[in-house]
């Protein structure tokens, strides 16, 4: 059964560029979530895709998107990236539907520092 | 709006040294309420799912309980790899069944 796996490991940026987060989720899995973890916070839901379509959204801006794939891989796009944007990104494959118990597969995360 | 608060945000035992970290929750209707445990720079591993007052699970020196306004993971004769941070989230009846996390407890456990 292969994991959940993210990429890159760690990035760097500076203000104002774009960055392109992508995530493979775990075998059989049909839906993913993003979080942003900021150092000594929880993670804060970003948005979900499930079966290609976003399926709930948490309060970020609109220059935070995504897209799933037929394969229910997915990417998450920044853009205009602030300061603040510095964070461990974590991807979190799981089941929805009549198997949903909840439980969320995570990566290991994205590193990105923004300078 | 779904609330989850840990305490204590930091915990130092030592080896052998029992203790307990609290999550209190608000939710609307718990429809779950989950501990996962999370090594520094890496994702979330997940460990129990508790659904209903009074339920208990139990993993080698963890275990989870759960009240109506909250849950407790106890851990017994804690070892250095235990140190980690905790993390709870709660998932609510209807809507989209997003869970909402809290911030966790950073443990350490010294030898």
């Known amino acids: 059964e292969t994991g959940v796996t993210q990429s890159p490991t760690h990035l760097i940026k500076t203000r104002g560029q774009q960055v392109t987060l992508r995530c493979s989720s775990q075998?059989?899995?049909?839906?993913v979530s993003w979080y942003q973890q900021a150092l000594g916070q929880g993670p804060q839901f970003i948005f979900q895709?499930?079966?290609?379509?976003?399926?709930g959204r948490g309060n970020f801006p609109p220059r935070f998107s995504g897209l799933q794939f037929p394969n229910y891989s997915s990417e998450l796009n920044v853009n205009a990236l602030e300061l603040d944007d510095s964070a461990l990104y974590l991807c979190?494959?799981?089941?929805?539907?009549?198997?949903?118990?909840?439980?969320?597969?995570f990566g290991e995360g994205s590193r990105l520092t923004v300078l | 709006e779904d609330q989850v608060t840990q305490s204590p945000e930091a915990l130092r035992l030592q080896e052998g040294e029992s203790s307990s970290l609290n999550c209190s929750y608000t939710?609307?209707?718990?429809?779950?309420l989950f501990w996962y445990r999370q090594d520094p720079g890496k994702g979330p591993e997940f460990l129990f799912t508790?659904?209903?007052a009074g339920e208990e699970k139990e993993k080698e020196r963890l275990k989870a309980t759960l009240t109506k306004k909250e849950s407790f993971l106890h851990i017994t004769a804690p070892k250095p790899e235990d140190s980690a941070t905790y993390l709870c989230?709660?998932?609510?009846?209807?809507?989209?069944?997003?869970?909402?996390f809290g911030r966790g407890t950073s443990l350490i456990v010294h030898p």
């Open positions: 979190a494959s799981s089941i929805s539907g009549g198997e949903d118990t909840g439980e969320l597969f």
């Open positions: 075998s059989g899995h049909n839906t």
């Open positions: 895709y499930y079966r290609e379509e976003e399926n």
């Open positions: 939710v609307s209707g718990l429809r779950g």
């Open positions: 508790l659904y209903s």
């Open positions: 989230a709660v998932q609510a009846i209807g809507g989209s069944y997003i869970p909402t």
